[in-house]
C-alpha cells in the first residue's frame, strides 16, 4: 500500500532549501521545549509560517501536484454539491456560502458557474484561507473566470460571526493535525518527535491521553489516530451559525470501522507526487499529511454544540442523489465519454466512492435532503 522513500520524485533544490529550513524550526522548538508531540510536529509541517506544506508555494494540486480532490477529477462533483447547497438554502431560507478551505478554487469556480447558469447565485461566496499563495491562486482563477461575480466574493482569515448560509467543506478535517498512538503491553504509548544527533526521531511515551474500547480484543501494536483539533473547529462552525446548514466531505468512517480490532494499521499517510508512504519525518513541508476522519467524533461534537444531523452517506450515493447520473445524461456524447472515467473515480468503492463519506449538519431539524436519500446515520 505505502511507497518508500527510495522509489519518490527527488525534489528540486529549491524544494530541498525550503524543507531544510522548516526542519531547523523544528529543531529549535524540540531544544528549547523538548520532545513535541506528534501532531505539534504535524501542524508546523503543515501550517508553519511561510515554509509549512499549506503555506508555501509549491504546487499541491492536480496532476502535477501531490495528489488530485473530487473537485479536480470533474466539475460534476461541484455541481452535485451546488444542488444540495440550493436543497438546503431553501428548506433554511439562507442565500450566502462559506467554503472553508478552497484549494486551487476549482470548487467554487464551479460550483458559482453552475449558480450562474441557472439564475440562483449567492448573494455572497465567502472563502476561508490562511494559506496566502493559496489565496492568491484563488483570485486569480475567479476574477478571470466570474469578473461579473468578483465582487460578490471575498477572502477571510477566520470566520465571521452571525452567518446565516451553508458552509462547504471538501476534504478539510483530514489535513487537521492528529496524534499518534499504539497499544504496546497493556498500555497505551503516544508518538512524540525528538531530535537525536540531529536527526529527528521518534519518541514513544506511555499516556492516558486516550483509551481503547475495552470490550474488544486489540492486538500488540495495534496503532490509531486521535484528533483533538475536530471538536473545537466544529465548535467555531456552531458558533459562527446563527442559521444554516454545514456539507463536510471527507475521508474516513464511523468509529466502529476505525477502531476495529482487525484493522492492520493506522490511517495516517503521506502523500507526495501523487505516491503515499508512511514517513513523515522526511521531505518536511513537501508533502501533504493526512488521517481519516472519525465522523463518530463529529457527529458527537456537532451535537454537544447544537447542531442537528441532517444526513450522513457515502460520497457514491450522495452523488447519486444530489444529481450526478442527470447531468451526466445532459452532457453531449464527447463529454459523456470524458466523463465516465470522472464518475467511476468519484463513485466506485474501489475509488473514492466509499472512502469518502459526507455529513449533513443544520442549525434546525431537516429532513428529506437529496443527497441522503441512502441515509447512513445509524452506523455513527
Request: net charge negative; glycine share 6%.
Amino acid at each position: 500500500m505505502k511507497s518508500t522513500l527510495t522509489t519518490l520524485p527527488k525534489p528540486s533544490p529549491e524544494a530541498i532549501a525550503l524543507s531544510n529550513a522548516l526542519t531547523q524550526e523544528i529543531h529549535s522548538v524540540i531544544k528549547k521545549s523538548g520532545p513535541i508531540p506528534f501532531s505539534q510536529f504535524m501542524q508546523m509541517a503543515l501550517y508553519h509560517g511561510q515554509l509549512g506544506y499549506y503555506q508555501n508555494d509549491l504546487k499541491k494540486f492536480g496532476e502535477s501536484g501531490d495528489f488530485v480532490t473530487a473537485p479536480e477529477i470533474s466539475p460534476l462533483f461541484s455541481h452535485c454539491l451546488a444542488n444540495q447547497y440550493l436543497e438546503l438554502a431553501e428548506k433554511l431560507q439562507v442565500n450566502q456560502i462559506i467554503e472553508f478551505g478552497a484549494g486551487s478554487g476549482r470548487m467554487a469556480l464551479d460550483i458559482l458557474h453552475y449558480l450562474k447558469q441557472i439564475n440562483q447565485l449567492p448573494e455572497q461566496y465567502l472563502i476561508i484561507e490562511t494559506s496566502p499563495s493559496l489565496q492568491e491562486r484563488q483570485k486569480q482563477l475567479l476574477q478571470s473566470q466570474l469578473p461579473e461575480y468578483f465582487s460578490h466574493i471575498q477572502w477571510l482569515s477566520a470566520l465571521p460571526e452571525q452567518f446565516e448560509g451553508i458552509i462547504l467543506g471538501n476534504e478539510v478535517m483530514d489535513a487537521m493535525p492528529v496524534d499518534l498512538y499504539q497499544k504496546h503491553q497493556d498500555n497505551i504509548v503516544k508518538a512524540y518527535v525528538d531530535a537525536v544527533d540531529g536527526e529527528l526521531t521518534w519518541l514513544w511515551q506511555t499516556t492516558e491521553d486516550v483509551a481503547l474500547p475495552k470490550d474488544e480484543d486489540y492486538q500488540e501494536g495495534y496503532a490509531f489516530e486521535y484528533n483533538a483539533y475536530l471538536s473545537p473547529w466544529v465548535a467555531s462552525l456552531s458558533d459562527c451559525l446563527k442559521k444554516g446548514g454545514i456539507l463536510l466531505v471527507d475521508y474516513g468512517y464511523p468509529k466502529s470501522e476505525l477502531l476495529h480490532p482487525q484493522r492492520t494499521e493506522r490511517t495516517f499517510t503521506c502523500h507526495y507526487r501523487h505516491h503515499t508512504h508512511d514517513d513523515p519525518l522526511s521531505y518536511i513541508g513537501l508533502q501533504d499529511l493526512t488521517a481519516h476522519v472519525d465522523f463518530t467524533d463529529l457527529v458527537e461534537a456537532a451535537e454537544a454544540n447544537n447542531l442537528v444531523l441532517a444526513g450522513y452517506t457515502t460520497q457514491a450515493q450522495f452523488l447519486m442523489g444530489a444529481g450526478l447520473l442527470e447531468f451526466a445524461a445532459s452532457l453531449n456524447t464527447v463529454e459523456q465519454l470524458n466523463a465516465a472515467q470522472q464518475i467511476k473515480t468519484l463513485t466506485l468503492p474501489s475509488e473514492m466512492g466509499e472512502r469518502f463519506q459526507v455529513m449533513a449538519l443544520c442549525t434546525e431539524e431537516v429532513s428529506n435532503l437529496r443527497g441522503f436519500v441512502f441515509d447512513l446515520s445509524h452506523r455513527l
